[in-house]
Nanobody, 127 residues
Framework: QLQLVESGGGLVQPGGSLRLSCAAS????????IGWFRQAPGKEREGVSY????????KYADSVKGRFTISRDNAKNTVSLQMNSLKPEDTAVYYC????????????????????WGQGTQVTVSS
């Protein structure tokens, strides 16, 4: 069974940092493109960042560009999302998702493109 598990969420003050991790269970991530998504209460799920299977292509939502960095370590079967300069509006449940094919830049932040999802990790930015 293909599973993703997110970790690293928590409560942080505005301006602080968190590092989220996405680990795979039951499969290896090196053939999969990975996306990070988030969903705040009462809002639709939003694509945050994307990384291709070998890490050569990345994309960020405008709302996080310059603050978040996606990376992957295929040897450790994990993908990370480093989040700096966090704002209260970054508060949401964060999900990682996987798809076993490369995605176009125009579609890589669309949740419908992915078919393996984690359970999510809560990130709360508040003073």
């Amino acid at each position: 069974q293909l599973q993703l598990v997110e970790s690293g969420g928590g409560l942080v003050q505005p301006g602080g940092s968190l590092r989220l991790s996405c680990a795979a269970s039951g499969f290896t991530l090196d053939s999969y493109a990975i996306g990070w998504f988030r969903q705040a209460p009462g809002k639709e799920r939003e694509g945050v960042s994307y990384i291709s299977s070998r890490g050569g292509v990345t994309k960020y939502a405008d709302s996080v560009k310059g603050r978040f960095t996606i990376s992957r370590d295929n040897a450790k079967n994990t993908v990370s999302l480093q989040m700096n300069s966090l704002k209260p509006e970054d508060t949401a449940v964060y999900y990682c998702a996987a798809v076993r094919r490369p995605l176009s830049i125009s579609r890589c932040l669309l949740s419908d493109e992915y078919y393996v999802w984690g359970q999510g990790t809560q990130v709360t930015v508040s003073s």
